[in-house]
């Protein structure tokens, strides 16, 4: 029986081993695709260039006096103040406003940030999940108010000064 196996085990390992012997072998390089036919470059079209325009002179809209929030589109119409936040940076990190003066956080990257006020007083903001997506707070006490983005750690001051 032992004979047997054996003779069995053998005869498999040589069929293994010479399976592969009666294969063709594979050229070194194989040839490429052939080149395309050439083909002639288009013609060039006349483009007339665009007439000059004088661009238009941009007027904040007048806000209504019932009106709740000020239209923020023209920013320094209407006192707002805007810090770009960048992955590891402030466009701005320290700022000195006048009472009233409400300041814009906007996310220039596709990560998330956060903005905490921590001193005087403790102001969570909203998330800013993704680029452009923004966050705002008016200051309308006078003082020192340290901040911190809350992902990255980054710190900011904002003094407001009494307006007068």
């Given at each position: 029986m032992?004979?047997?196996?054996?003779?069995?085990?053998?005869?498999?390992?040589?069929?293994?081993?010479?399976?592969?012997?009666?294969?063709?072998?594979?050229?070194?390089?194989?040839?490429?695709?052939?080149?395309?036919?050439?083909?002639p470059?288009?013609?060039?079209?006349?483009?007339?260039?665009?007439?000059?325009?004088?661009p238009?002179?941009?007027?904040?809209?007048?806000?209504?006096?019932?009106?709740?929030?000020?239209?923020?589109?023209?920013?320094?119409?209407?006192?707002?103040?805007?810090?770009?936040?960048?992955?590891?940076?402030?466009?701005?990190?320290?700022?000195?406003?006048?009472?009233?003066?409400?300041?814009?956080?906007?996310?220039?990257?596709?990560r998330?940030?956060?903005?905490?006020?921590q001193?005087?007083?403790?102001?969570?903001?909203?998330?800013?999940?993704?680029?452009?997506?923004?966050?705002?707070?008016?200051?309308?006490?006078?003082?020192?108010?340290?901040?911190?983005?809350?992902?990255?750690g980054?710190?900011?001051?904002?003094?407001?000064?009494?307006?007068?």
């Amino acid at each position: 029986m032992k004979t047997l196996v054996f003779a069995l085990a053998l005869s498999l390992m040589l069929m293994v081993c010479f399976s592969g012997c009666s294969q063709e072998e594979v050229p070194e390089t194989v040839p490429g695709p052939e080149p395309l036919p050439e083909q002639p470059e288009p013609e060039p079209s006349p483009e007339t260039p665009p007439p000059e325009q004088e661009p238009e002179e941009i007027k904040p809209p007048v806000a209504e006096e019932d009106e709740a929030e000020p239209v923020t589109e023209y920013p320094s119409a209407f006192g707002e103040y805007v810090i770009d936040v960048h992955r590891y940076s402030l466009s701005e990190p320290e700022i000195t406003i006048r009472q009233g003066t409400t300041v814009r956080w906007i996310n220039r990257n596709s990560r998330r940030h956060l903005i905490v006020i921590q001193k005087p007083e403790y102001v969570k903001g909203t998330p800013m999940e993704g680029n452009g997506s923004s966050w705002n707070y008016t200051f309308d006490i006078p003082g020192e108010y340290q901040y911190v983005e809350a992902v990255f750690g980054l710190r900011g001051k904002v003094m407001v000064e009494e307006y007068t």
